[in-house]
């Protein structure tokens, strides 16, 4: 079987197992998925949707978090991790958006990257949740799945976007990045993958023997 028929049969089993493909962020419009996903660096998305709440209540848009305390931004986002770091991005994020952007969350990743601590990772959600583009978000769960499966023989995120761009359906490409976080986290784990049920272990390069 070739690569690309490889590919497409992964699409095609993830969309059965899971056919429900969301991001694990809670978020309301493209500000707030923007801010989510710059809080979940180094830190769970769990944790990101019990510290937001409260942070949107108090600075839903951009013309709010532009002008927040940073005081009170890192004390809401705190448990976080790098909270520090964090908060002047979020502040400096917003005040971007308001003077570059009139408010609006652009729709490209090139737009999106020059966004205070936002990178391809980051932009490529937005643009594939919010816009509906074709996107390939390359957290270390989709890293490590495509090198298991032998799709790509690199570490680097951008190395691995751009290969997955040529190898997957445009179409597809974002929902398939969401369910691989989901298969990553219930059966293809980090240590002990579970290659005994896995639905892609024969098309796997690096399935466990026995």
């Not at 751009?162 to 986290?185: I, Q």
């Amino acid at each position: 079987m070739l690569k690309k028929e490889r590919v497409i049969a992964a699409v095609e089993r993830l969309e059965e197992l899971y056919p429900d493909a969301i991001c694990s962020l809670e978020y309301t419009d493209a500000f707030q998925l923007l801010i989510a996903t710059r809080l979940s660096a180094q830190c769970t998305d769990k944790r990101v949707n019990m510290v937001t709440p409260d942070l949107f209540k108090e600075f839903p848009t951009p013309q709010k978090m532009a002008v927040a305390n940073i005081n009170r931004v890192e004390e809401l986002i705190k448990t976080c991790g790098l909270y520090k770091t964090k908060a002047k991005d979020l502040i400096l994020i917003a005040q971007k958006l308001m003077s570059d952007f009139g408010g609006v969350v652009p729709d490209t990743i090139e737009e999106l990257t020059t966004l205070s601590g936002v990178g391809r990772k980051t932009a490529n959600l937005v643009c594939g949740d919010i816009y509906k583009k074709p996107a390939v978000v390359t957290d270390t769960h989709f890293i490590r799945i495509m090198n298991r499966l032998g799709f790509v023989k690199t570490e680097n995120p951008l190395s691995v976007e751009m290969a997955m761009r040529k190898l997957l359906p445009p179409e597809k490409s974002n929902d398939f990045c969401h369910r691989t976080v989901l298969f990553g986290r219930d059966i293809c784990v980090a240590r002990n993958p579970k290659c005994e049920i896995c639905v892609l272990s024969d098309i796997c390069k690096n399935k466990k023997k026995g």
